[in-house]
């Protein structure tokens, strides 16, 4: 449904972001994955049309976006990063105000302000004053303005940064709701688990660039271990005493890596079952605990860049 093509952009002689390209489906959440700094929101902006491209193009539906003004920018909604609410009106104010920014009056734009309070979880603090909200809440009514003209395509930039758990499940379950209406999103985080958990493809950009597009199973198809076994010792594990070194480690059995950080030991495993014989050559040594399962999206970003998300 919109589509970028070869998009770039520079600062000076920065580029942010570099020719990149991505698809967004109906019905399907693309989650754009990267550290801080990585060029999410500098995408999010040239796909709505805020920021003009220094190369490439938008599509929707196959027709180029021109720039701010084009009226097909009406079929985008988006929730931007930094909350844009009149702190001291009430949330239905709020919403009448950005109703009319879109030209919904009377009826109709009651009945979409209805509608979205009740999608968002609002309806009995409607007539509150935003000033009032808690951060969880403000950033839900900013998902209930984003909704209120019914965009085909919808675009949440990191939406749950700074929110409490109960808002979050709320914003989790809004993103269901709208993808099961035939909606198109795009959710950028910098959270892998929410990546993991809320989007049908994954997008993985680091300095501008692309460096991976799939579902969560192709990405972690292309690593070259199947499963990891995570081990928590009381020292670190240089100092923990008789661990084995790794080269003794990358000859047991299916063991493929050996990643140390503090007192954490990660084993890449060519497959679940060989965590047991693992885990038996490393009882002892003051491990305190230990975890299996298959690998998580960090690896993926880990193999793929040589730096973890949170660098
Ligand atoms: N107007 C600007 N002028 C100069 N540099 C900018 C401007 N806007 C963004 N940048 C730089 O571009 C890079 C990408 O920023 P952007 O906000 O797109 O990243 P991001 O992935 O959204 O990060 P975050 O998760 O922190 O929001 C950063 O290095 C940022 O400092």
Known sequence: MLEAQGLSKRYGDKTVVNDLNLRLRSGQTLGLLGPNGAGKS??????????KPDQGQVLLDGRALQGDADPAKRRIGLVPQ??????LLSARAN??????????AGATLA?????????????????ERVANFSGGMKRRLNIACALLHEPDVLIFDEPTVGVDPQSRNAIF?????LRGQGRALLYTTH??????RLCDRIQIVDHGRSVAEGSLDELLAKLPVAAELQLQFAEATPAAPGLPDDATLLA???????HRQGSNLKLGLQSLDDAAGALDALRGHGLQQFSSGRPSLEAVFLALTGRTLRD
């Not at 500098?42 to 920021?51: D, F, R």
């Not at 919403?95 to 919904?104: I, K, N, P, V």
């Not at 379950?173 to 709701?177: H, V």
């Open 252 to 258: 047991l059995p299916g063991v493929r890596a050996v």
């Open 82 to 87: 930094e909350l844009a609410l009149y702190e």
């Open 173 to 177: 379950d809004t993103l269901e709701l």
């Open 42 to 51: 500098t995408t999010v902006a040239m796909l709505c049309g805020l920021l």
């Open 191 to 196: 959270y892998m688990e929410e990546a993991e």
């Open 111 to 127: 009945e979409r302000i209805r509608a979205v309070l009740e999608i968002s979880g609002l309806a009995e603090r409607a007539d």
């Open 95 to 104: 919403l009448q105000a950005f109703g009319a920014l879109y030209g919904l």
